[in-house]
């Protein structure tokens, strides 16, 4: 499948600038939590961050659930998790009513997970990519839009599971 150019309208940047968005990691994101906190900062988004704060061992499941419970719960409208193969987070995340985590290490999945499954966790791998791979998966996230139709058809029966 060929990739269309990725909208860049005042509206969908717009979009982005009002979303509330949170953020976690374990120890093994914390370094590129810290960079993607930082590179949206400069873009003038501020993001909620409920750890962890400092490379110390701590498990997956605990920022992993306090973003993806506030996600479900409406309070945040997209969250962004980092552990390191993003696999632990995602399955965490997915428990949540509601949620619809996204494990997107490469261009393709991230946009393919907005485009098609709506989803509004990312979920990252930080030993898996660079940091340069990493702030653009959560650039391009953040602005592809759910194509709806068809897909939405599909969510709603995810959600009878
Ligand atoms: C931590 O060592 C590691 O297991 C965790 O970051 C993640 O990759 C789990 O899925």
Redesign the pocket.
Known sequence: MKLKQLPESTAQLTMVLIMKIIIG?????YQMKEKVKAHLQKRGIEAEDVGTYSEE?VD?TDPGKKVAQKVSDGVFDRGILI?????????VANRFRGVRAGLANDLFSAIMSRRHNDSNILVI???LIGDTLALQLVDTWLKTPFEGGRHQRRLEKMDGV
């Open positions: 990691s374990d120890h093994a994101g061992s997956y552990c390191g193969t993003g696999l632990g987070m995602s399955m791998g930080g030993r």
